[in-house]
């Protein structure tokens, strides 16, 4: 039980209060933690820091539109064991013809099966005590991956293919289980229905504050006024893409290259607004929510 | 124990059965549950499975355990301002609010002290101890005489409750829950004296000392005033609030699949360079390309509220997922050509649209109403073409569906196209029929 008390961030990571909470829950329950939001609003990093700032183990399976389940958690290796299950046959001819070296298996048995087993993220995070698991991105998976893991996440376990052996780990010892998704399609109910579900809420200007204080601790306050300023006045015009933390990040990475005063101009001339706003749309109607004196703006924006 | 509680949250749309039960018993178990907050917290992730279901869930938690009643368009504010159990609350702190009477702030504290969590306090002390103080079938008159200066220090802190049984546990809360919604007590059990235990007055903590955050009660107002926190009307006919809910059953039309196969002639030619050693080449399967057709009737009024949020919607998948769509309009009926830009000059004949591969999904979009003489042979020649060649073919209807069998020509179509209405719910329904025929 001894990773199971709150975690609140880090010194790099602010993790707000209610998904802190939520993680909470989640690890004392011994369920996985599955967050939605906005892109960019640091749902992947979540893990991440946890890992790192505890010094656990940790995994991490991307999920992309070719996931399968043998990839998260286990494979046999059909090829190594036909090489290996001729080489063997190689040998006994070999020595029937007197020669006396042998080929190399590279100590894999081909009467143990449990040698050909690649083992995925998955199997590893679950034989490894108190470990953390990230799957990322999950609704970019085929949807039958997340239906593939029902049995795995109720019962604690996995069956390794061919071999046979199950990876079984304790409640009190389950991984810490991260689940993101950007909600590109909807997920399972069932699956849902395992998960603690979180959904993050966009950071409003103080916590954003604070966030960037984490990123940026060297970083000027007046620069960052101005900056949250223009931030969340592109998200409340309603652009297509809502600027995102990641990109107000990234923005605020590029000004504080230059002094702060010439910072803070270049924040209100908005100039490096391509770090932000992504579709031409979107420049021609902040441009004209912005600069309705018809400067020249988008040549400018273009220009950097 | 607390029997109810799923049938109680379904019947706000949450869904919710004997599972949540056990997850909130073991919950209580593990020492998660010491507040009434908590209890808020760990059943909303519990049962939260998507933002829109927030809303509903705040809604069902206020009635369930503080007897709060959330009418429709309601601010939490003046539920809570109406409501007897904040009255109660009221008279029995009285003493704690001093001179402080002004309602707005009271409302404030009230909702601090409902969402206050274990989270939200830092001192922990021996539960078993305020337990055996305290009974729960105490009048309210007789615990605030009973509460010393030492008790309520102790309960400025938090009671730890792992000492005892489970079932203790749940019992108490049970009690305590079902005075909390009984006439007489008007809802002080809980929330007695500042104490907002589960179970009971001896509870958990007063005033509770914070550990910094802004508070669950800020969040449960913004999540009651904010309809994105509820679920879109998805029978409502596409509009701009509920676009993104027929997209999501739009990129039901893609069927992923990946699964490994084996690939025989690789294999052979491979195993044969290698000089007879077969290893087994495997190749990804593919998901299946998919491409779209989209006619969309772009004449009349009638249709001209719809055209742009069609379009809209299309786009969006479009930019989502790399895949084929083009997109062709008509006037009122399909003839024997449709046109490739909406203001239909330049057209395409139909026999060149049934040259296009069969897998095409092909969605009609119009209201299908027109004048019967305009709905000639050759239109319905050209649906019954269409209907033939592609197999996968819908008509999306902006039309409300109860009045459909007002319309001659609607009665007509539908019958040569299947027909769905325009909502999010159509929408889906017409891409599960549409994957169903292979």
Not at chain 2, 57 to 79: Q, R, V
Not at chain 2, 156 to 173: C, G
Not at chain 2, 357 to 366: A, K, L, Q
Request: charged letters at 25%; a negative charge; hydrophobic letters at 35%.
């Amino acid at each position: 039980m001894a990773k199971k008390e709150i975690w609140t961030g880090s010194d790099e990571y602010l993790c707000d209060r209610e998904l802190a909470q939520a993680f909470h829950i989640a690890r004392t329950l011994g369920m996985p933690l599955l967050i939605e939001g906005e892109p960019g609003t640091g749902k992947t990093e979540l893990p991440l820091q946890y890992a790192k700032e505890q010094g656990l183990e940790l995994f991490v399976y991307p999920t992309g539109s070719k996931s399968t389940v043998e990839q998260f958690v286990a494979k046999f290796d059909h090829v190594k064991y036909l090489r290996d299950s001729q080489i063997e046959i190689l040998n006994a001819q070999r020595a029937e013809k007197g020669v006396q070296s042998a080929l190399s298996t590279g100590g894999r048995n081909t009467e143990s099966l449990a040698d050909y087993v690649n083992k995925g993220p998955a199997a590893l995070a679950y034989s490894t005590p108190n470990s953390v698991l990230l799957i990322d991105e999950i609704d970019k998976a085929p949807r039958e991956f997340p239906n593939d893991l029902l049995y795995a996440l109720s019962h604690r376990q996995f069956i390794m293919p061919e071999s046979g052996e199950v990876i079984t780990c304790s409640e009190e010892e389950m991984p810490a289980i991260v689940i993101t998704s950007n909600r590109e399609q909807e997920l399972p109910t069932a699956f849902k229905g395992r998960c603690i579900y979180h959904y993050i809420h966009f950071p409003d200007a103080d916590t954003m504050r604070e966030i960037v204080a984490k990123h940026h601790p060297q970083i000027d306050n007046s620069i960052v006024d101005a900056a949250l300023d223009i931030f969340y006045h592109l998200r409340r015009i309603g652009l297509e893409r809502s600027p995102t933390t990641r990109e107000l990040l990234n923005w605020l990475k590029y000004v504080r290259t230059f002094s702060s005063q010439e910072a803070i101009q270049k924040i209100e001339q908005l100039d490096g607004i391509g770090t932000l706003v992504k579709t031409q749309s979107d420049l021609e109607k902040i441009q004209k929510a912005l600069f309705k004196d018809g400067e020249d703006f988008a040549k400018r924006s273009t220009s950097n | 124990m607390f029997a109810s509680l799923p049938e109680h949250f379904r019947s706000y749309g949450v869904a919710s059965d004997v599972r949540t039960l056990l997850l909130f018993q073991k919950a209580i178990q593990k020492g998660l549950i010491r507040t009434l907050g908590d209890i808020y917290t760990v059943l909303k992730s519990i049962l939260v499975k998507d933002v829109s279901d927030l809303g509903p869930y705040t809604a069902a938690y206020y009635k369930y355990f503080l007897n709060i009643a959330i009418d429709h368009g309601e601010s939490l504010h003046d539920a809570i301002l109406r409501s007897e159990t904040f009255r109660q609350w009221k008279t029995d702190n009285l003493d704690r609010f001093g001179d402080d009477k002004d309602l707005d702030a009271l409302v404030d504290r009230f909702l601090e002290e409902v969402h206050t969590t274990t989270y939200d306090i830092k001192e922990v002390l021996d539960g078993k101890a305020l337990w055996n103080k305290d009974n729960p079938e105490l009048e309210d008159e007789t615990l605030d005489i009973d509460a010393g200066d030492a008790e309520r220090k102790a309960l400025e802190q938090l009671a730890d409750y792992s000492d005892l049984s489970l079932d203790e546990l749940m019992e108490r809360m049970q009690k305590v829950w079902e005075q909390q919604r009984g006439k007489h007590s008007g809802g002080s059990h809980w929330i007695g004296t500042g104490g907002i235990s589960p179970y009971g007055h001896g509870g958990a903590a007063k005033d509770g000392i914070r550990v910094g955050g802004t508070g669950g009660g800020k969040m449960a107002r913004r999540i009651l005033s904010d309809r994105k926190f509820f679920p879109v009307d998805t029978d409502a006919i596409l509009n701009d609030n509920n676009v993104d809910a027929a997209l999501a059953a739009l990129k039901g039309v893609q069927q992923e699949t990946s699964e490994e196969t084996l690939d025989i002639p690789q294999t052979i030619d491979k195993g044969i360079k290698r000089g007879g050693l077969f290893i087994p080449e495997m190749e990804f399967g593919t998901s299946k390309k998919l491409q779209v057709l989209l006619l969309i009737d772009n004449g009349g009024y009638s249709m001209d509220p719809y055209v742009k949020i069609v379009r809209t919607l299309f786009r969006k998948m479009q930019t989502r997922f790399a895949h084929d769509l083009e997109t062709f309009y008509f006037h009122n009926t399909i003839y024997d050509k449709v046109y490739s830009d909406s203001q239909r000059r330049k057209s395409i004949s139909i026999d060149s649209l049934l040259s296009k591969n069969p897998d095409y999904r092909v969605f009609i979009i119009g209201d299908a109403s027109m004048a019967s003489y305009e709905l000639s042979r050759t239109s319905i020649a050209s649906y019954k073409a269409l209907t033939t060649h592609f197999k996968h073919c819908s008509w999306l209807n902006p039309e409300p569906m109860k009045y459909w069998h007002y319309t001659f020509t609607i009665q007509v179509i539908k019958e040569l196209v299947p027909m769905y209405p325009l909502s999010p719910k159509g929408i889906e329904e017409a891409v599960r029929q549409m994957n169903r025929i292979i």
